[in-house]
């Protein structure tokens, strides 16, 4: 029994070293460092504790300060890889030597390879190469002070398994990259969706804009945070309750998306006709049905489909046959949802789609995919629908985004990537701007200088991506706030040196925020950084 205790103490201890050296989650498994640059690698031990770490069959020593923190920079190397490296007992395998990106900004950055495979799906499908990399920073935002580390993520693969996820534009940026100079890419990708450029820059550089420091104060206080997301939630989760408790599709004996309901006396609208939705003055919120009976053919009977309802504002609930197949729970993704085997027949088939509106005008967005797939053939859903309201409500309550809020971001999602190298950051963000768009530049320029103090990099090449075009041609206001907005990104471009603006107007859809390009995109990019690497 003694020598059992002795042995477990002995393997306690061993575990307890094994742990005692800490890296940042950056540094794991499959990363990748950029190339022809110093290597810093830093961590966490215990207080003055020494242990060497391997790279290369050079091994050099290291000691944690009083505090515990590590941090030592080894000689750059030149592109290859796959290396592993030792640090005390912590292992990092199949790392690559190469050119590592930053890529930041809001929601057309974030956007992932699964959303423009309406495109692209062929060219995606054929495509994987271990030599570019994606790691995605993990969402998180602190209000009080700049990060040393984030939450635990990976460096993924370019496979099959794994592509999805990966950021469109940075996908297709790093496949014209490596097929021009073979070496191997990572992407760090720090976005967030509907984020504005103030929540991505530190205390120190919005100094020249109190307004904004001001806001940050609002929120630092986490009780009153908490107290805001409680109050949120019970606000929405009676809007929700009542909405479903009074509205007549979802209550008695046939249900509205029964294909047993006699919808005869329903009215007919176009599906993106303007006479539904509003009292003929004002927006209508809350739900409201619309049904469709469509003829299916023989063959179809039985099999998996696919329906597409293009894009809704803002909420959907989608039945066939009585079958709920999909929803989506905001406007901007693309509705496609599998039909399983089985759910259609021959002969008529019945399609209902609950839609919410928060409060604005709801509406089919048009020239969208509207129809049913099954293999290589379909049928329109276009045309004339049986619309009824369900249950009217006034506007949804709206909802706080801490991650808007400035500073909170370079706190939690850069600031800790500070010992990291990059070749260069790639920047698209402004569509939440575009309405104080004045500052824009001077806020932009702001955060260039900001992240080359933060890595200690003043020539940091910056790509910024202008914004793509949008909005109907109707909407003579708003485009020409774009083009204002466009018109600043450029002076940011041109008063920051290494900065660079890419084109990127004629990419855009009048009727989608989130533009499907992201391929000639990325070449413009990557055709820029080329340039760039050539003349130096």
Known sequence: MKKFAIISLLALLCIQAAGAVRLPSVLCDGMVIQRNKPICIWGWADSHESFSLCWQGASH???????????????????GGPYTMTVGDVQINDILVG??????????MELPVRRVTDMFADEIASYENNAIRHYIVPKVFDFNNPQDDTPAASWKLCTQNNVMEFSALAYFFAKEIYSHTGVPVGLVNASWGGTPVEAWMSEEALKPFPKHLNEKRIYEDEAYREMIKKLEGQAFHRWNTTLDNGDPGLSGSIRWYSPLLDDSDW?????????????????????HWFRKEVEVPAEWEGKEAIIRMGCIVDADSVYVNGHLVGNTTYQYPPRKYNIPAGVLKA????????????????SFVPEKPYKLICGNKEISLEGTWKYRQGAPMPPAPSMMFFCYKPVCLYNAMIHPLKNLSFSGAIWYQGESNVERRNEYADLLCGMIDDWRRTFDDPDLPFYIVELADFLHEDDIQGRRAWEEMRAEQKKAAER????????????????????LDKKTLGRRVAEEVLKKNKRN
């Not at 002969?347 to 709801?362: A, D, E, H, L, M």
């Not at 920051?496 to 533009?515: F, Q, V």
């Open 61 to 79: 020593q290291v000691a944690a300060d009083e505090n515990g923190r590590w941090e030592i920079t080894l000689p750059a190397a030149e592109a």
């Open 99 to 108: 050119d590592v990106f930053l890529c930041s900004g809001q929601s057309n």
């Open 267 to 287: 009215t007919e609208v176009g599906l993106f006709s303007k006479n539904w939705g509003n009292d003929g003055l004002n927006p209508v919120g809350g739900s």
């Open 347 to 362: 002969g008529k088939n019945n399609i209902t789609v609950r839609v919410i509106s928060n409060g604005g005008q709801p």
């Open 496 to 515: 920051s040196t290494d900065a660079i603006l890419i084109p990127n107007k004629d990419l855009g859809e009048w009727n989608d925020i989130h533009p």
